[in-house]
């Protein structure tokens, strides 16, 4: 790799805050997201979007090895370059208290970065670059995408720059440790600039405590024997049963003598101890268990070692077996109320065969049908792990309880449903599913008795209010009024009082009943 020295003709010795405009004319604002500040400058497609997320996804790891602050530009239409991503290291102190996301790039670094982007090199500043009184080294690294998974081809021009800034003002000699840690920095920058770096082939989420260079980090090399140990990757190890020094072992060979015994083993941890692979896994033994994370290094393609990233998670694993294990038991709790509320409507729907008088049988009825409604909402959230409900599911069912009604007073119905409810969470999901169920019983009970009609069901869900209509074209309400009845009292309570919502009834021009009703979304989410 040429590495180019920049002759930063025109840079002015030092710079401060004053030269700094944070109301530039082309701050873009704070609260964009990476894609949108990307795409706003329109000069990258989707593809190098997708690649800048997974850049961006290893932002802090690059700063932390680095020593230094990092940012991202990416080109504009007008020749110039925006900053969309900006990382501190956790290693050391920053230099920029600002962040430069939204912002424009800095006159003094736009000749390095425009090198960098023309010519496809990494250029370092020929002289060191001061910010507020501080001595910094700054490095242009573009950034090229790999075209394929498998392919070794990389776009022909690089679609965006990376500045690394080291703070100079700490004059003293390194530990091994921070020279590891640059060296490690400095072969993820080369991959960067050769496209090599993300890897397509990684695991596209992290899993929740995965491995920062600060928990632990080894350094193999090609055959997989750790040339470095940092002190925190060696502890792990230890507390795991490891004895000795790390270093010049073999990682494969350390693990699996930790290992001996396990009948399961993840059979992608051979791949990541040996760095062939740049996946995680996780090792348990003695009680500890340790995530690891693998990054193969790569010079022109071939593979030279790899960093191995490695920390304790114990205590999180524990907590997500907990977890685990009370989201069964909610579960279990769900489907027990489930067969509990249906063994009840049963016995309601026993009672009510058994009944002499109309109108016994009438109510128990009705008990019947409440009672199923409130058990299909129980029925869902035993199937799922989260405690919200896709509630077009759930009302899907509760339509089935049409057919029953209808057939009790020789009435023929055709039900409708349009729109979507979506995901609501489980308190409010009972209430609703409830009232749904004695608006739409309540139109074929009083609205089509003895007739052909339709009921129409429609859910307009926007950002802040779930609004339903029910509308039948039955013989409309008595007298226009609305009646007083339990059925009514019932919808009136879970609407307005449990929902915070509001409801109203009206008979439609010509024939039927309409009945709206409004839920506050922002309410439900509090």
């Known amino acids: 790799m040429v590495v180019l020295r920049s002759d930063c003709a025109g840079f002015p010795s030092r710079l401060t805050r004053r030269d700094w405009h944070p109301a530039s004319p082309h701050k873009l604002g704070h ?46 239409t007008d020749d110039n370059f925006v900053a969309v991503a900006h990382a501190r290291p956790s290693s050391s102190a920053t230099l920029f208290y600002r962040d430069f996301v939204g912002q424009a790039i800095r006159p003094e670094w736009k ?15 020929a002289a060191p670059d001061w910010y507020e009184e501080t001595p910094t080294r700054a490095r242009a690294v573009p950034v090229l995408r790999r075209l394929s998974v498998t392919g070794s081809e990389s776009t022909a021009h690089p679609i965006a720059v990376i500045t690394r800034h080291t703070n100079l003002s700490e004059a003293r000699t390194p530990s091994r440790q921070e020279l590891t840690f640059n ?44 040339t470095f140990a940092s002190p925190n990757g060696l502890s792990a190890f230890n507390r795991m049963g490891f004895a000795g020094e790390l270093e010049a072992e073999s990682l494969a060979e350390v693990t699996t003598s930790l290992l001996s015994g396990k009948l399961m083993i993840d059979e992608s941890l051979p791949l990541v101890v040996t760095g062939r692979a740049p996946w995680r896994t996780d090792i348990e033994a003695r009680g500890v268990t340790v995530s690891l994370r693998a990054i193969p290094i790569r010079d022109r393609g071939e593979r030279v070692g790899a960093i191995v990233l490695c920390r304790d998670v114990t205590e999180l694993r524990h907590q997500e077996r907990e977890l685990i294990t009370k989201d069964a038991t909610i579960r279990e709790i769900h489907h027990r109320v489930k067969n509990n509320l249906q063994t009840v409507a049963s016995l309601l ?6 009944s002499h008088s109309d ?24 199937e799922g792990l989260n405690q919200n409900v896709d509630f077009d599911v759930v009302f899907d069912r509760v339509l089935k309880l049409i057919a029953e009604v209808a057939s009790t007073h020789n009435t023929k119905v055709h039900p409708t449903f349009t729109g979507s409810f979506g995901a609501l969470p489980s308190e409010y999901a009972t209430p609703l599913s409830l009232a749904l169920t004695e608006l739409v019983t309540n139109a074929v009970e009083h609205g089509l008795a003895g007739r052909e009609g339709n009921v129409e069901i429609i859910a307009d869900r926007s950002e802040k209010t779930l609004t339903v209509q029910v509308r039948d074209n039955g013989g409309g309400l008595p007298e226009g009024k609305v009646g007083s009845g339990l059925g009514t009292q019932i919808v009136r309570t879970l609407i307005q009082g449990e929902l915070g919502g509001s409801i109203d009834w009206h008979t439609m021009v010509g024939s039927g009943t309409e009945v709206t009703i409004e839920i506050p979304l922002t309410w439900l989410t509090k």
Request: charged fraction near 25%; aromatic fraction near 6%.
């Open 31 to 76: 609260v964009s997201t990476l894609s949108n500040l990307v795409s706003n400058q329109g000069r990258s497609d989707e593809a190098d979007v997708e690649w800048l997320h997974l850049l961006v996804g290893d932002w802090q790891l690059l700063a932390d090895l680095a020593f230094a602050d990092i940012v991202l530009w990416v080109p504009t």
């Open 111 to 125: 000749g390095q970065v425009s090198e960098a982007f023309r010519t496809a090199q990494i250029v370092d500043s």
């Open 183 to 226: 060296e490690c920095a400095d072969d993820l920058f080369a991959m960067i600039c050769a496209g090599d770096f993300p890897d397509l082939g990684a695991p596209t989420g992290p899993r929740r405590g995965a491995p920062r260079a600060s928990d632990g980090l080894l350094r193999l090399d090609v055959d997989g024997i750790v």
């Open 349 to 354: 729907r026993i009672q009510a065969r058994r």
């Open 359 to 382: 109108e016994a049988r009438d109510s128990l009825n009705q008990a019947m049908r409440r009672v199923a409604a409130i058990a299909v909402v129980h029925d869902t959230l035993s």
